[in-house]
């Protein structure tokens, strides 16, 4: 099975939106709303920030949103700070029983 | 509150069997998917493989014939076996509860080299 893909740095300013893409497949993304986000400081575990497609957590900040559309979903932080400069991943179920994640994205508040 | 402790070996001799185990600190051990995940230095999460308490598993197929995980309800505690490492197998190894993954071990660094 291949990564889920994913841009490898995406940057903003505080107080502004981003938006990070997960790209699949129709044996991953495309045929499950098993889809899950993390967050990864550096040195530290991951967290979750995102799972079903668009639930969030409830200790995770509502600036925190989730979508999909095809074998593509999305990750939007809105309100960006500095707390949010971080590793984020996307992990999807696949149709073959188990679980890909995605290549990872660096987000870089200026 | 419950947490997740990886314990094992921090150097393995390349060729040989890396031997990991998750122990979890409340008896939710029955109720829940639990899985295995690996991050080589800088680079990006790789999901193992899961086990559920009945014994049902499934495994990366990139990692499917050196991969082994078992669950030991009795004391609270699953465990992952990868075989034959090399040094591409040096990461952090992470155990996880569930999908989502909604809780994690601290994970363990596990360097292969002689």
């Known amino acids: 099975q291949s990564a889920l893909t994913q841009p490898a740095s995406v940057s903003g300013s505080p107080g502004q939106s981003i938006t990070i893409s997960c790209t699949g497949t129709?044996?991953?993304?495309?045929?499950?709303?098993?889809l899950s986000w993390y967050q990864q400081h550096p040195g530290r575990a991951p967290k979750l920030i995102i799972h079903?497609?668009?639930n969030r957590p409830s200790e995770v900040s509502n600036r925190f949103s989730g979508s999909k559309s095809g074998n593509t979903a999305s990750l939007t932080i809105s309100g960006l700070q500095a707390e949010d400069e971080a590793d984020y991943y996307c992990c999807s179920y696949t149709t073959s029983d188990t679980y890909v994640f995605g290549t990872g994205t660096k987000v870089t508040v200026l | 509150q419950v947490q997740l402790q990886e314990s094992g070996p921090g150097l393995v001799k390349p060729s040989e069997t890396l031997s990991l185990t998750c122990s979890v600190s409340d008896d939710s051990i029955s109720s829940y998917y639990w899985s295995w995940i690996r991050q080589p230095p800088g680079k990006g999460l790789e999901w193992i493989g899961f086990i559920f308490n009945d014994g049902r598993s499934s495994y990366n197929p990139s990692l499917k014939s050196r991969v082994n995980i078992r669950i030991d309800t009795s004391k609270n505690r699953f465990s992952l076996k990868l075989n034959s490492v090399t040094a591409a197998d040096t990461a952090v190894y992470y155990c996880?509860?569930?999908?989502?993954?909604?809780?994690w071990g601290r994970g363990t660094l596990v360097t292969v080299s002689s």
């Open positions: 996880a509860r569930g999908f989502p993954f909604d809780l």
């Open positions: 079903a497609v668009d």
């Open positions: 129709t044996s991953d993304v495309g045929s499950y709303n098993y």
